[in-house]
């Protein structure tokens, strides 16, 4: 029986990542190096790597910054005092912030000046929740609290339930936040939510494009890193649907014996993982036996963010 090969479409690298390697590859170009990288400017060792051998450094703290350097946010967005650290560093900064980030930090602010209680649904620690807690203003009149979990949900206590507002972290399965929500307005029936919604487009269509293709494999296959939350929300999600999955960032990480007595395998990419990283799997399952069958219909993204004015040459 032939075994066969299936790519899900859309895969990879999504128009906020794009963005943001761009930013310091220009960063890069137009100033040389060194040029500083506030946190991974994406969650893929792969891309860290390239850029390192190009010359950015990644730092996690703006002290480790030389005063007046070319520095760089990263995608998943930072806190405003992030931002005001590297003012009084008289830092040259970048915002590669993903344009979608911006947008739930906008809503956070404008709830805030409305003394609005704020719910952001996310993981604590990951860097874009640490962003978007910290553009809370602290004059606002009222809180931001952060749940995680439907126990979470079922057990806040909010100070003003009757004025309330909610954001998620864009990177979250729909699915996992679907029950949060449901339980936060049955609790709090005066929630306010953003008119659209947080997750972004590009985690939306790749959790779509994974669930066809469980429907059409025995063992999906999502390249990513281990850091990254939407590579590991897709395996979730590929095993939600009853399909087994692995997370790779290599072509060495796939074992044979991992791939004994598949038939029908699939392939997906987190939104931070580039194409020729795809292919080096596709070659590696190619060389244990598998035929490249077909690339799935999907949507077609043509979302484009562009790069600050002055960076385009």
Known sequence: MKREIKLANPRGFCAGVDRAIEIVNQALLKFGPPVYVRHEVVHNRNVVEDLKSKGAIFVEQIDEIPEGAITIFSAHGVSKKVVDDAEIKNLNYFDATCPLVTKVHMEVIRY????LDIILVGHDNHPEVEGTLGRFPHDSKG?????ESEIDAKNIEIDQPSNLAMVTQTTLSVDDTKSIINILKKRFPKLISPSSDDICYATQNRQDAVKQLALETELIIIVGSNNSSNSNRLKE?????????????????IAPE???GVFKLGISAGASAPESLVQSIVSKCQKLG?????????????VNFKLPKELVS
Not at 112 to 115: D, I
Not at 143 to 147: A, F, G, H, P, W
């Open 290 to 302: 598998f035929e490249m069958s077909q690339e799935l219909d999907g949507l077609k993204e043509s």
């Open 143 to 147: 809180k931001i609290y952060l749940v």
């Open 258 to 260: 991992q791939l004994d």
């Open 112 to 115: 805030a000046r409305q003394g």
């Open 237 to 253: 999600l590929s095993e939600n649907c009853g399909v087994k999955s692995i997370l790779v960032d290599d072509p060495n990480e």
